[in-house]
């Protein structure tokens, strides 16, 4: 979420998240030769203040956590793919969902943990395809990274506020509320970069009410911190060809 630490990871760590999310090395030609496209809206939020200092810094806000200040970016992110597809399998109307910390310092493109989660309607193929096309749009390393399913029951926004839950809740949970602006419209940022994906509509400023993440020993939650929607666009003519591993 950084758009400092995104322009050096791009230029030194050439989407290396391929390899971390798995891809099997029997598939890494047809991975390479792909076509694919994703049009996808965010409903997301973290713990910074409103509006994610990561955007501009290669480090997270600071917390009083456990005694003492601790500098680190704990967000949902649950997706709704607009339109799309990974070769011949589309991907239009799917739900998938990544819960994550940078960590403290991610000026070298070194993020903390994720969990990608996939709604339990997918297929296979899609869920393969989207593992795939996140490791172009996120194009930098984990510390750990796994994936897991869920339910994604509740997925909705209207222009006043967003909600989105997996497993009623239980799992995960987003609920945002628009920023009051100069008039009824929303409040956007525009010509702001979202991680590596070239093209989106602009940050739709929304803090949160409540963003959660209420399983295992990383669970967390937080309420009034940031939160924005996002519509994101990219396809696979957009990722420069990498040079076959020796």
């Not at 050439?14 to 030769?33: E, F, G, I, N």
């Not at 996120?138 to 006043?160: C, R, Y």
Request: net charge neutral.
């Amino acid at each position: 979420m950084v758009r400092k630490m995104l322009g050096a990871a791009l230029a030194g760590v050439p989407v290396v998240a391929l390899a971390l999310v798995a891809v099997p090395a029997s598939r890494t030609a047809d991975v390479a030769k792909a076509d694919w496209a994703l049009n996808a809206t965010a409903i997301e939020a973290c713990s910074c203040p409103m509006f994610c200092q990561c955007y501009f810094n290669p480090a997270p806000a600071g917390h009083q956590h456990e005694g003492g200040q601790k500098h680190f970016c704990r967000a949902n992110l649950a997706y709704k793919v607009n339109r799309g597809h990974y070769g011949e399998t589309k991907l239009d109307g799917v739900k998938f969902w990544v819960a994550n910390d940078l960590g403290g310092d991610f000026s070298k493109g070194q993020m903390d943990w994720a969990v990608m989660y996939f709604d339990k309607a997918m297929t296979k193929a899609q869920r393969e395809g989207l593992q795939t096309i996140f490791g172009h749009v996120f194009p930098v390393k984990w510390n750990s990274f796994t994936t897991a399913e869920a339910d994604i029951d509740t997925w909705v926004f209207d222009k006043d506020t967003a909600h989105a839950r997996m497993d009623g809740g239980k799992t995960a949970e987003v609920k945002l509320k628009r920023f009051p602006g100069n008039t009824d419209d929303p409040v956007v940022i525009r010509n702001l970069k979202y991680w590596g994906a070239p093209r989106n509509d602009g940050f739709v400023l929304m803090p949160n009410e409540v963003e959660a993440y209420r399983v295992g020993p990383k669970a967390f939650e937080f309420k009034g911190t940031n939160g924005f929607m996002i519509t994101i666009d990219m396809t696979s003519k957009d990722v420069a060809p990498q040079t076959a591993a020796n």
